[in-house]
């Protein structure tokens, strides 16, 4: 079975849903996230996942995918996961920050120095059985299939950075909740908007800096707005997952469901490390671009380090305080980073 991208614009949904009713040896999974066509989240995580599925199974299992908003926004990846317009979706834990609070615990800022690090404690409370899956996954009726965490962020502004003071007062695009928080910690003013409306922002003006990861710049065309950006810092990440409804993997053959699980679980391995590979390159074509990179003096740098130390801890008495386990959840998470 052949897997198809669909690029075009759609008419309708009658592509997606009137597909017909698909035998255990001819299935066709429909897949959707946000991202941009070629951007290096789906080519690391999401297509090797596909070309194994389709291996393994001969073929038997294919896929229709959806990139670059098609079926939806970012923010509406879980519903449409859950109402199976989409079978598995693209889900960004800041997203959806009042549906998935508890996910943003593998976004606090100085919690790990690579992807692969951060990924795999993830993966250990994401996946069936762990902590957020039985927290928040579960209940909302999905299952994570695989999960990436990105590279440390850094702070990439349209102006000059020269010190700890030059960030107040910046409009900066966050991922929301933790990073939010951090970065007003920090003088800054968080603006919450999903990964592909920065561009724009930036270039009209209402946006005046991005809290990004270095490979995350190129694939949204960011770089002529950028003068400046720090380096060396940890202003958090930004954690993800491509999710299927456990409705629909209960539906499937046993032996399709083991080969999504494995699938999954190898996309994710080999995801994190591709994107730790890629980090340092992705910098250098930054600097070449034109973007000056900024090493803060050390004082301010041990300054921003304890301002962003009690950003977990702040994060998790918030949830306690509103029923949700944070401390249990911030727990599990920083024992799975040991």
């Keep these: 079975m052949k897997r198809h991208t669909l690029i075009g614009t759609l008419t309708g949904l009658a592509l997606g849903i009137c597909a017909g009713v698909a035998s255990a040896q001819d299935i066709t999974l429909r897949v959707a996230d946000s991202l941009p066509v070629g951007h290096y989240i789906s080519e690391s995580l999401l297509k090797p996942f596909l070309t194994e599925v389709e291996e393994k199974t001969g073929g038997a299992v294919g896929f229709d995918y959806f990139p670059a908003q098609q079926l939806g926004k970012a923010k509406d990846m879980l519903s449409l996961t859950q ?103 920090l003088g800054g003013v968080p603006v919450q908007m999903s990964a592909p409306e920065t561009r724009e922002a930036l270039s009209r003006g209402t946006l005046d800096a991005v809290v990004f990861p270095h490979s995350s710049v190129p694939p949204y065309d960011l770089t002529p707005y950028l003068k400046s950006a720090t380096e060396g810092l940890n202003l958090g990440s930004f954690v993800l997952a491509y999710m299927i409804s456990q409705d629909k993997f209960d539906a499937l053959p046993a032996d399709v469901q083991a080969t999504l699980v494995e699938a999954g679980e190898n996309a994710t391995r080999s995801a994190c490390a591709s994107v730790d590979a890629r980090d340092g390159a992705d910098k250098q074509a930054l600097a070449d671009g034109g973007v000056r990179f900024v090493k803060l003096p050390d004082a301010e740098v041990a300054e921003i380090q304890q301002v962003l130390d009690g950003v977990g801890e702040e994060w998790a008495a918030e949830l306690d305080a509103r029923g949700k386990p944070g401390s249990e959840v911030l727990s599990a998470f920083n024992a799975a980073l040991h």
């Excluded at 009042?98 to 692969?116: R, T």
């Excluded at 990436?148 to 020269?162: C, D, H, N, R, T």
């Excluded at 929301?176 to 910690?185: D, R, S, Y």
Aim: charged share 15%; aromatic share 8%; with cysteine.
């Design 83 to 185: 109402t199976g317009v989409a079978d598995i979706g693209y889900i960004g834990a800041s997203y959806l920050a009042d549906k998935l609070p508890l996910s943003a615990v593998a976004q606090l800022p100085g919690a790990f120095d690579s992807s692969c690090e951060g990924t795999m404690a993830y993966w250990q409370l994401a996946k069936p059985g762990g902590t957020l899956d039985q927290a928040e996954y579960a209940p909302e009726g999905v299952r994570a299939l695989m999960v990436l965490a990105l590279a440390p962020y850094q702070l990439f502004s349209a102006k000059e950075i020269s010190d700890l003071a030059s960030f107040k007062g910046q409009k900066m695009r966050t991922s929301g909740g933790t990073q939010a928080l951090a970065m007003t910690k």
